[in-house]
T-cell receptor
């Protein structure tokens, strides 16, 4: 069975500093990878996803993630964070061509941006 | 605007009472899902349905029940058999044959007193 490990449960970072949120998955086959963001008391919103092609994927608000097959990782990065980036971030995985097999989520990383 | 609507957003109930959480979508998605979220535990799958009148248990189905009589609707009942029902519940949907991207509702927070 697929599993996702988010290595840090909490990440505090100062405003305008860079941040990396780590995600590793367990699979020897191709996967689709997703990052979602959740603001307090809200649902999850898709931040970005990797399906195939270029290993570097970017979101519209400055986040990017790099798919690394050899390390089975999909770390999320931002070069300069804002207070508004304070939220919980979830990494998720699914095998391609698997119908509507549900996504498997990591336990989340709470990003706190400090002014 | 298309989306997923969950209601109620907040719900308080006494121990031993059954509770039904509503989830409606107008995205014309075939598949719908219920996840439970607890602090530090991420999202855990309760039930999912890939088509009307069919559903499958997820990882933590005990104490919950669902129905899928209409494509747009996937209500979740938290029964009195659920030992620790206080949690944040999230409903989601996805396209048939897509990449698996989930579209989420705003969630329902259930507190059992």
């Amino acid at each position: 069975a697929q599993s996702v490990t988010q290595l840090d449960s909490q990440v505090p970072v100062f405003e305008e500093a860079p941040v990396e949120l780590r995600c590793n998955y367990s699979s020897s086959v191709s996967v689709y990878l997703f990052w979602y963001v959740q603001y307090p008391n809200q649902g999850l919103q898709l931040l970005l996803k990797y399906l195939s092609g270029s290993t570097l994927v970017k979101s519209i608000n400055g986040f990017e993630a790099e798919f690394n097959k050899s390390q089975t990782s999909f770390h999320l990065r931002k070069p300069s964070v804002h207070i508004s980036d304070t939220a919980e971030y979830f990494c998720a995985v699914r095998p391609p061509n698997s119908g509507n097999t549900p996504l498997v989520f990591g336990k989340g990383t709470r990003l706190s941006v400090i002014a | 605007d298309g989306g997923i609507t969950q209601s109620p957003k907040y719900l308080f109930r006494k121990e031993g009472q059954n509770v039904t959480l509503s989830c409606e979508q107008n995205l014309n998605h075939d598949a719908m899902y219920w996840y439970r979220q607890d602090p530090g535990q991420g999202l855990r799958l309760i039930y999912y349905s890939q088509i009307v009148n069919d559903f499958q248990k997820g990882d933590i189905a005990e104490g919950y029940s669902v129905s899928r009589e209409k494509k747009e609707s996937f209500p979740l009942t938290v029964t009195s058999a659920q030992k620790n029902p206080t949690a944040f519940y999230l409903c989601a949907s996805s396209k048939q044959g897509g990449d698996g991207e989930l579209f989420f509702g705003e969630g329902s927070r259930l507190t059992v007193l």
